[in-house]
């Protein structure tokens, strides 16, 4: 089966970031499936690129990313890779069509490459849109409420099956669709790469050996709400302030994150940051961790 699979945020192990997509579209190449993957080089190379990842066919269009962007920059950057879908999507030849969202505008290019090529779509969903974003305030007007609704709608309506990540996902949506058409599929675990003898591989961290860290790894996006942590860790110094707090990623709050902690007498005392780590050096920074964070 030839299929095309579109993920804006596609990454290899040697990437920061979650690499699901890379995971099964390798398993799909090795039961025998030719896949093509349209992405983005998100983390700012400049230039489109083809490769062969993995057997798997990687179309990368050079449309940089950064949730510290505002929601103007993130809507243009949207509609670039949205064009850049439905432009190199209509030249190639496929029988299923895979979606993974976020974002859900995904969605626009994705149903006119279906109905175009006469191919069935499988949708899949990593975040709840447009709830979250109307949750937190990203999105205030009215009318663009109203058309978001309608895509999900439209979305919902014209995919043959539908991926969600937990049962909280599946029942919220069960309220739109027919359970039925929803499958959950969960964030999964490489169990082999945590089962290499990490102590032999340690990474280099700032925070003295043999000591206990509370890590967070991940995005400090708005959603995240990581600045929570900066709180905990300014109670934990009053009860032990031999606890030492690792937080490893970027984004939105980052900035944020810093400022409060120098306020607060933390920065480079119990309060650490590093930027992202790639997945195939997060077990070994797992494996340091007393307590990790999500």
């Known amino acids: 089966m030839k299929i095309l699979y579109i993920h804006q945020y596609f990454n290899t192990p040697e990437m920061p970031g979650s690499t699901r997509s890379f995971e099964f579209a390798k398993r799909l190449v090795a039961r025998g499936d030719t896949v093509y993957m349209l992405t983005t080089n998100w983390q700012g190379k400049s230039n489109f690129s083809y490769s062969m990842v993995e057997g798997i066919h990687v179309f990368w269009a050079p449309i940089f990313y950064n949730n510290k962007m505002s929601y103007i920059n993130r809507i243009f950057i949207f509609v670039q890779f949205l064009w850049y879908i439905f432009s190199l999507g209509r030249k190639l030849n496929f029988d299923l069509l895979i979606a ?16 175009l090529k006469g191919t069935k779509m499988l949708f899949e969903i990593r975040d709840l849109w447009p709830q979250l974003p109307i949750a937190i305030g990203a999105i205030k007007s009215k009318s663009l409420i109203k058309l978001s609704k309608w895509l999900e709608k439209k979305t919902y309506n014209n995919s043959d099956h539908i991926i969600c990540l937990s049962p909280g996902m599946k029942k919220e949506l069960c309220a739109k669709i027919s359970e039925n058409k929803i499958t959950i599929v969960t964030n999964l675990s490489d169990v082999l790469g945590f089962q290499k003898n ?10 003295a050996k043999n000591t206990q860290i509370i890590l967070y790894a991940g995005a400090f996006g708005r959603i995240n709400g990581v600045t929570y942590l900066v709180e905990i860790a300014k109670e ?25 902690s120098k306020k607060y007498g933390l920065f480079k005392k119990t309060l650490y940051c590093l930027d992202y780590v790639s997945k195939d050096q997060m077990p070994k920074l797992l494996s340091r961790a007393t307590v990790a964070t999500s």
């Open 100 to 115: 993974s969202s976020t974002p859900l505008t995904i969605a626009m290019p994705s149903i006119l490459l279906k109905k």
């Open 236 to 260: 934990m110094f009053k009860i032990n302030p031999n606890l030492y707090f690792l937080l490893a990623g970027d984004g939105y709050d980052k900035r944020n994150i810093i400022d409060k």
């Open 198 to 207: 990490q102590e032999k591989n340690k990474m280099s961290i700032p925070i």
